[in-house]
């Protein structure tokens, strides 16, 4: 723990050790040091918890660690279904070689054995490319990573947990997805070999058949109508394909919704607070003095000096843990300011004429504690003593700081009749004509410039601007949804990739009914719109899926990330946008991975069909 003293003459900063370390532990510790250096007429300014086996950017980390694992998980689940339809598309095409082996002797085993062999090939090329690649990219990642909090990595080092994952992921994984296709080509009989493309398979026997064909006969063209009975003949093969274009669909939705949620949780933040700078002071200054000096600098239109000084809550003689890595911070509100108002969840905000000694806590240290409105707090403030107080209610406010304190409001009368410091503060407030970046930084640097020349030094650990405040959020969540964008780019690719060999091997199976239409007359556009609709009409779907699907799962994600990152729950605003943005995304790739197989259907001429089998 560190703890540094409220002189400023005598300023010093204590490090402490404890062992074995544990945060009661560490906090009785450091009550026992405040108690007697309290006794000795020395204060403390603010007290820091570190314990020694987490880094203090851990929340931060711990945000894009988990959309890695997210990623991971998604990507080999794509890869999966990938190897499926790439498995089902060569054995529906070497249907009739199959057929051929069984027919001179070849048995199953013999058949299963060859296509698994050659997915264990193709494993561990892909090992052999990925393997040093993924590390590589781990290590430059974890660079870049520690480089964000000036802490240099330069020894390389792999997780052999890691690697045993992805030989798992490379050589396993294929194999256990290969086998359905598999097995189920190399059971095929000759006679099934030899019938295998036939002229509609098995469509039209269900009820659910029945349904589409009469739906398509009444709304649609005869070409259109056949590309939608098309899409459901193999339901299986279009689950595959409609798995990986939903998920896509859903991870963009979500991802969209989030940065939405994310932004409108920092305006409904932000738009709370009515200042523009927050400057803290290194010790306490005459509040009187700090206005008049803060009235010299052009663009402010208002400033308010702050009076806070650190607490130690107690309830019942213990020590009540708080939320923050600066611990606890008695805040004196002047009546009737409307500087800032956190958002309130239970109980209620100070009144203009509020006084005694009354507190508004944070949700969660109320919640950690199990403390309610209208339970009695002993605030111990070190060497101005201690007494009761009464929570009249709790608020929420959005951490983006892993190290900052818990703010503990309180009617400045109260906290000056308890601490007997009058016309005292140390941090000011200050509300200026232009809201933008430049204007609030320029503000804050001659004011910071004015005070300094009067001795009055400033913490530029905990000083900022709001723009800078809600720059700082933003960017902590910034990463994240960048991955997370990311990741919804590679699996809208991966199911185009996988549309078109869905449609590449309906077109193989479907030659003889090709070379069927080209007898009746079939124009080769006819035969091309008929397959690019089979494949927007898979994207539509897949859109009509993956909307309802992120609305529900968009909400809990927000919480969860919102928990991890900024220890609050986000203010949900789904992305309504977005649903029409991939809804024109999904269009343009559901019809550029028609294209090819649409092309290569309309090259098939009726002796080429008939010459199938």
Avoid: C
Wanted: proline share 3%; no cysteine.
């Amino acid at each position: 723990e560190t703890v540094t003293t409220g002189s400023k003459a005598d300023q010093e900063t204590i490090r402490l050790m404890v062992e074995p370390y544990s945060e009661d532990y560490a906090r009785d510790r450091a009550a026992v040091i405040k108690e007697r250096l309290a006794k000795q007429g020395i204060g403390i300014f603010l007290t820091i918890y570190q314990n020694p086996d987490e880094h203090w950017g851990r929340p931060f980390i711990e945000g894009i660690t988990l959309v890695l694992r997210v990623l991971a998980v998604v990507s080999l689940l794509t890869s999966v279904i990938l190897v499926i339809n790439t498995m089902t598309a060569i054995i529906t095409q070497q249907t009739d070689q199959i057929g051929v082996i069984k027919a001179i002797g070849g048995t199953s085993d013999v058949i299963a054995r060859v296509y698994l062999a050659g997915v264990l090939v193709y494993g561990l090329l892909a090992l052999l490319v990925a393997l040093p690649l993924g590390m590589m990219g781990a290590f430059a990642t974890t660079q870049t990573l520690l480089n964000l909090f000036n802490i240099d990595y330069e020894t390389f080092q792999f997780s052999t947990r890691a690697v045993w994952l992805q030989l798992f992921a490379a050589i396993v994984a294929p194999l256990l997805a290969a086998l359905w296709p598999v097995l189920a080509g190399a059971a095929i009989s000759v006679r099934q070999a030899i019938a295998s493309y036939g002229l509609g398979g098995d469509f039209g026997y269900s009820w659910f058949d029945r349904l589409i064909e009469k739906t398509a006969e009444r709304f649609l063209s005869s070409a259109y109508a056949m590309a939608l009975g098309n899409m459901f003949r193999r339901k299986g093969r279009l689950w595959l394909t409609q798995g990986v274009l939903v998920v896509a669909g859903t991870m963009f939705l979500m991802v969209l919704t989030l940065s939405n949620s994310v932004t409108f949780t920092l305006e409904n933040e932000f738009a709370r607070r009515e200042y523009d700078i927050k400057l803290r002071l290194i010790g306490l200054q005459r509040a009187d003095r700090l206005v008049q000096l803060g009235q010299q600098v052009p663009g402010i239109v208002a400033l308010e000096p702050r009076y806070t000084v650190p607490t130690t809550v107690l309830r019942e003689g213990e020590q009540v843990k708080d939320t923050a890595g600066l611990g606890g911070e008695l805040t004196a509100v002047p009546a009737g300011s409307t500087m800032y108002e956190p958002l309130i969840t239970n109980g209620r905000w100070l009144r203009p004429d509020e006084s005694g000694n009354v507190i508004i806590i944070s949700k969660d240290t109320a919640d950690f504690n199990d403390v309610g409105v209208g339970d009695v707090l002993t605030l111990d403030l070190g060497v101005y003593g201690a007494d009761d107080w009464l929570v009249i209610g709790t608020y929420q406010a959005l951490t983006a700081d892993p190290i900052s304190t818990d703010p503990i409001y309180a009617p400045a009368s109260a906290v000056i009749a308890a601490t007997k410091q009058a016309n005292k503060a140390v941090e000011v407030l200050v509300t200026t004509e232009r809201k933008d970046a430049a204007a609030t930084a320029d503000v804050m640097h001659a004011l910071t410039n004015i005070y300094e020349t009067r001795n009055m030094d400033i913490n530029n650990f905990v000083s900022r601007t709001k723009p800078q405040d809600r720059e700082y959020a933003g960017n902590q969540f910034g990463i994240v949804t960048s991955m997370l964008l990311g990741l919804a780019v590679v699996m809208g690719l991966v199911g185009g990739v996988g549309l078109m060999g869905s449609l590449s091997i309906s077109v193989v199976e479907r030659t003889r009914e090709i070379g069927v239409l080209r007898a009746i007359g079939a124009e080769s556009p006819t035969i091309m719109r008929m397959f690019v609709m089979e494949g927007v009409l898979q994207g539509l779907l897949s859109w009509l899926v993956a909307v309802p699907l992120s609305f529900m799962l968009a909400r809990p994600m927000a919480s969860l990330l919102g928990q991890v990152i900024f220890e609050t729950d986000l203010d949900f605003a789904f992305a309504y946008t977005a649903v029409f943005a991939w809804l024109m995304a999904i269009l343009v790739i559901s019809t550029l991975a028609s294209l090819a197989p649409a092309y290569s259907a309309t090259r098939i001429s009726v002796r080429q069909s008939l010459a199938y089998g």
